[in-house]
């Protein structure tokens, strides 16, 4: 058997509800052991294309293949491979978080009590779990539904906006449990958000979705170090300026900093150059990355809260 790399692969998805054409031709894959990261603005199509990969509605065409067997012939042997949160998990608040997950591994077979540890300690839920849910945090609730959705040892995670309506420091948390779930159990992760900040932290690639459609796929880890925008806060400004005027550079001054667009290799000789003219240098700091430029452009623009 030849090993199959890619864990989720979509090919040329459409789904239409009614007149309305949701999904046009979406094709993506999640290798095995990567996040992928489904972003687009509200609206553009990350829920339905996702309930699509769960099962919980059919496409009109095209094709899901899960460990390289397609959904759509054999529905209940291929969803064992998913684990998934798509509506908000439903948990019982006055039953403690392990009686949830008990009484969760009661409707699968083969899931002992080993499996329930195990998925406790990976959501770092240990020290709780006897608590009523009623008791828990947004993000511990979110913590015991990923736990509940691991339970069966699936190779592929699917997350609509796992961190909706958590604090930064519950972000924070979702994310690095994410990241080590890739990284040490080896598992696949796709996981949907609209904020391109988020997602740069979670993932190894980042789908772009708008209006149905997969405009562009990126890999975070491949820095573009070309034409970044830098921002200058040096005094004095004015001989700063000069500088990078004199040596034909573009910029703009805005809130007192100069904002200079140059490659990351020249960043050391504007350095030296500035400290020889005698400028203090403050900070020095890249105003946008490059994949936040595109994603704008791509997008026309999207929330950042
Ligand atoms: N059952 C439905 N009937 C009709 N239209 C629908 C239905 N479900 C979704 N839509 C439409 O499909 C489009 C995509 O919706 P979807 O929920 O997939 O977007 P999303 O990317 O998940 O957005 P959000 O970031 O707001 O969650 C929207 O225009 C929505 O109004
Ligand atoms: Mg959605």
């Given at each position: 058997m030849t090993e199959q790399k890619a864990?989720?692969?979509i090919n040329d998805l459409h789904k239409k509800i009614g007149k309305h054409e949701i999904i046009k031709g979406l094709s993506l894959e999640v290798?095995?052991?990567e996040v992928f990261g489904f972003l687009g603005p509200n609206g553009a199509g990350k829920t339905t294309t996702i309930r699509m990969m769960v099962g919980l509605t059919t496409p009109t065409?095209?094709?899901?293949?899960?460990?390289?067997?397609?959904?759509?012939?054999?529905?209940?042997?291929?969803?064992k491979k998913?684990?998934?949160?798509?509506?908000?998990?439903?948990?019982?608040?006055?039953?403690?978080?392990?009686?949830?997950?008990?009484?969760y591994a009661r409707m699968q077979p083969n899931i002992t009590k080993e499996d329930i540890d195990r998925v406790v300690k990976l959501v770092g839920l240990e020290h709780r779990i006897k608590d009523k849910v009623k008791k828990y945090s947004l993000g511990m609730r979110q913590r015991l539904g990923l736990a509940q959705a691991l339970l069966h040892k699936p190779e592929l995670l699917i997350l609509d906006e796992p961190t909706n309506g958590l604090d930064p420091a519950g972000i924070r948390e979702i994310r690095d449990y994410i990241r080590n779930l890739a990284k040490e159990e080896g598992l696949s992760v796709i996981v949907s958000s609209h904020l391109l900040s988020e997602m740069e932290l979670m993932c190894d690639r980042i789908g772009i979705i708008k209006d149905g459609e997969m405009i562009r796929i990126e890999n975070v880890h491949e820095q573009n170090?070309?034409?970044l925008i830098m921002s200058y806060d040096v005094n004095p400004i004015e001989k700063a300026e000069q500088w990078f005027k004199t040596n034909g550079?573009?910029?703009n001054i805005q809130d007192n900093q100069i904002k200079v667009k140059i490659n990351k290799e020249d960043v050391p000789i504007t350095v030296q150059a500035l400290v020889a003219a005698s400028v203090s240098i403050y900070s020095i700091n890249e105003e946008r990355s490059s994949l936040e430029?595109?994603?704008?452009?791509i997008?026309?623009?999207?929330?950042h809260d």
């Open positions: 864990m989720l692969q290798n095995k052991g065409s095209g094709q899901i293949l899960i460990g390289g067997e397609a959904l759509s012939n054999n529905r209940k042997h291929v969803l998913i684990g998934a949160i798509v509506e908000n998990p439903e948990m019982y608040p006055f039953l403690s978080g392990l009686d949830n997950l008990k009484h170090n070309q034409n550079y573009e910029y430029d595109r994603f704008l452009n997008t026309g623009g999207v929330s």
